[in-house]
């Protein structure tokens, strides 16, 4: 079993900052992509972020420039950074790893439960 726990969530102000941390633990052989997403009120789930195990990062265009993901790989944790941050960034954010379990088994996606992050004044 693969377990993901998000932490940081908080509310903020406009234009503040606040960073999420996730780990991952259990039965992991290997982590490809890690990332966030996020999902507001009657709102579908998007991608937030996403990065490689080599570092490559991928950003949605409603957050490049403000946000920063980054891993750890020898802990298996994943942290955004978001500053300037805007109301419209009032979402549950949810952790996702892309994990193999040991060699003979393929990839698959463990979720987070999620974190809520607010911003309003």
């Known amino acids: 079993q693969v377990q993901l726990v998000e932490s940081g969530g908080g509310l903020v102000q406009p234009g503040g900052s606040l960073r999420l941390s996730c780990a991952a633990s259990?039965?992991?052989?290997?982590?490809?992509?890690m990332g966030w997403y996020r999902q507001a009120p009657g709102k579908q789930r998007e991608l937030v972020a996403t990065?490689?195990?080599?570092?490559?990062?991928n950003y949605a265009d409603s957050v490049q420039g403000r946000f920063t993901i980054s891993r750890d790989n020898t802990k298996n944790t994943v942290d955004l950074q978001m500053n300037s941050l805007k109301p419209e960034d009032t979402a549950i954010y949810y952790c996702?790893?892309?994990?193999?379990?040991?060699?003979?088994?393929?990839?698959?996606?463990?979720w987070g439960q999620g974190t809520q992050v607010t911003v309003s004044s």
């Open positions: 259990g039965s992991i052989f290997s982590i490809n992509a």
């Open positions: 996702i790893a892309v994990v193999q379990r040991n060699p003979s088994l393929g990839w698959r996606d463990y």
């Open positions: 990065i490689t195990s080599g570092g490559t990062t």
